[in-house]
């Protein structure tokens, strides 16, 4: 089993940044794409980002594109999501995922075999 752990979240005025971490244990972190997700309360979970396992590709979701990036550090078991210029509604509980056959490309969080706990962040306006 792979356990992801989210850490860095909080509250921040617009157009601030913050940056969201994913430790990883249990099983060797570079076999696994790794994504973030979003959620807010009624709503389903939203895919933000994803990126594969050697972190050389990446894929936005389009309201985060050129806002967020996603990245990783296969040697410390981290992934890590850079938010900038944050917006009232990017308010959510962020998930990260992994995927144990290595793909990065869905967007449902139903195809995503493993997830965090989540980390909340809050963006004030």
């Known amino acids: 089993q792979l356990q992801l752990v989210e850490s860095g979240g909080g509250l921040v005025q617009a157009g601030d940044s913050l940056g969201v971490s994913c430790s990883a244990s249990?099983?060797?972190?570079?076999?696994?794409?790794v994504a973030w997700f979003r959620q807010v309360p009624g709503k389903e979970r939203q895919y933000v980002a994803s990126?594969?396992?050697?972190?050389?590709?990446?894929r936005y979701e389009e309201s985060v594109r050129g806002r967020f990036t996603i990245s990783r550090d296969n040697a410390k078991n981290t992934s890590y999501l850079q938010m900038n210029s944050l917006k009232p509604e990017d308010t959510a509980v962020y998930y990260c995922?992994?995927?144990?056959?290595?793909?990065?490309?869905?967007?449902?969080?139903?195809?995503?075999?493993?997830w965090g706990q989540g980390t909340q962040v809050t963006v004030s306006s």
């Open positions: 249990g099983r060797t972190f570079s076999k696994f794409a």
């Open positions: 995922a992994a995927d144990r056959n290595g793909f990065y490309g869905h967007t449902e969080a139903h195809l995503w075999d493993y």
């Open positions: 990126i594969n396992r050697a972190g050389t590709d990446t």
